[in-house]
T-cell receptor
């Protein structure tokens, strides 16, 4: 049974460039979450979707960040323009909301902005 | 004050020791409790998932929940070097919001 799939695993880019992170949730899950993890702050929730609709984006740091979920099996997180302080590991997670189910995480995208 | 408090460690124990990891919380709306294990350069992996107060055992792992004290624990018996990882506690409230601790780094020395 495939878990949450994220791509790319690593991304190195220069400041000012656009970065797009991708996520495929577990089939059948109806909620998708984007988190950012750093040593200083731990796991921070950026945004979550329920049935492909953004429910809470209060964690999105700035307008440079945007996320979409065009269908139940795909989501993107875009940073434009990227800055060095965006360097972190970005995780996608999914679950079945309504059944009090736990989150299942992907293996993350390690982003380095130089 | 954070919703979930977790001692970041690091914690270092000899192989075979019993490990106790703990989290406290302040929100009575938290109903479901999870422990995740995160190896270096990997995503958090669900280890234990509990609802009620009391103990839940899975092999060498025991999750304990005390809702009256707002305190949860994860015990690892006969710890192995392969248990070396960061352990995150997490909680789910009645509004389907997840809250995570900052993680405890554990090293088991052979």
């Amino acid at each position: 049974d495939a878990g949450v799939i994220q791509s790319p695993r690593h991304e190195v880019t220069e400041m000012g460039q656009e970065v797009t992170l991708r996520c495929k949730p577990i089939s059948g899950h109806n909620s998708l979450f984007w988190y950012r993890q750093t040593m200083m702050r731990g796991l921070e929730l950026l945004i979550y979707f329920n049935n492909n609709v953004p429910i809470d984006d209060s964690g999105m740091p700035e307008d440079r960040f945007s996320a979409k979920m065009p269908n139940a099996s795909f989501s993107t997180l875009k940073i434009q323009p990227s800055e060095p302080r965006d360097s972190a590991v970005y995780f996608c997670a999914s679950t079945w909301t309504g059944a009090n189910s736990p989150l299942h995480f992907g293996n993350g995208t390690r982003l380095t902005v130089t | 004050q954070k919703e979930v408090e977790q001692d970041p460690g690091p914690l270092s124990v000899p192989e075979g020791a019993i490990v106790s990891l703990n989290c406290t919380y302040s929100n009575s709306a938290f109903q479901y409790f999870m422990w995740y294990r995160q190896y270096s350069r990997k995503g958090p992996e669900l280890l234990m998932y509990t609802y009620s107060s009391g103990n839940k055992e899975d092999g060498r792992f025991t999750a304990q929940v005390d809702k009256s004290s707002k305190y949860i624990s994860l015990f690892i018996r006969d710890s192995q070097p392969s248990d070396s990882a960061t352990y995150l506690c997490a909680m789910l409230d009645t509004g389907n919001q997840f809250y995570f601790g900052t993680g405890t780094s554990l090293t088991v020395i052979p």
